[in-house]
């Protein structure tokens, strides 16, 4: 029989079972995104106390969810969560969690030797198939990948905060990732009902390159004393259109974040030195432990 549907290659890349690490809010959302689109997903941390945290993440975000969806429907309120949960389990055994892995998505803490160190344990404990991605917000995805064997089956998979509300997904490739990986990689995004753009691996790929050093000029001119913290979101709310000020972006980032990035960035050496100046108070404030939202004040009191 002639069939003419049959011309494209079967499936060598079929995602069925995803393996996240980090159970933190970058991990949780991931976790919690795939499993709403129903992936079966492993979450995997350092021990039960951070898999908890994770499981309270997405239990929280789910009430609220399923809350908007069914406004008066308890009943399906309730189902939106059970049904999610049933996709995913947890560990803390990270080799034996990526035995039956598809997919891996890593989101641990943003240091190399610590990603390093999973990845090379993972590359032997994974099946060949097994695509690898990293959630790095400034690490070099090349840096990461040379720690294992599958330099072609490795790229970034850059998710933003809150993961279950952003739309956006960049898809960075290294020189060595492979054409099959990075539309694969595509196709999950899509999957994951999520929005992909392709960028090279460079520091801060499209969106934090762009916004970084303008959260950065936007101190600068603060300190230049050429206007102040609420003028400035103001202006960039009702003059640029933007859904939050540079202030208010960078209290919700996180200051101490921000200033890790930067830094990282220059020591880095691949952007101008001008961008990433150090900036006074910025500096101030996360030596003073001022760090946005998440401790009560930043450039704002919260
Ligand atoms: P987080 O601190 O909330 O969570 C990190 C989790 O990883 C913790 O629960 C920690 O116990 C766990 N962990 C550490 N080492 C581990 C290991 N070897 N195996 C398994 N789990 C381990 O951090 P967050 O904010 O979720 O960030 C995670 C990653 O996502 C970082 O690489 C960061 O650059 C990136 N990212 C963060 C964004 C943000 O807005 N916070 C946005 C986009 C990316």
New binding site residues.
Partial sequence: HHNCFSTSAPTQNAINNITV???????AGITQVAAQNGYKVTM???DEQ?LQ?GHDIINASLKRVGKKLYIDDEAKQKELIDSTFANITTSTD?SKSVEAADLVVE????NLE?KQK?FSTLDKAAPGHTIFTS????LPISDIAQATTRPEKFAGL????PVPQMKLVEVVRTDKTSQETFDTLVEITKKLKKEPVACKDTPGFIVNRLLVPYLLEAMRLVERGEANPQDVDTAMKLGAGMPMGPFELGDF?GLD?LKFIVDGWRKGGKIDANLVEPVKILDELVAAGHLGKKSGKGFKSY
Wanted: glycine share 10%.
């Fill in positions: 690490f980090g159970s933190g809010l970058m991990g995997v941390d350092l951070y945290k990270s989101a641990i803490v943003e610590t999973l959630n790095t917000s400034s850059h998710f933003f905060n980032v974040t």
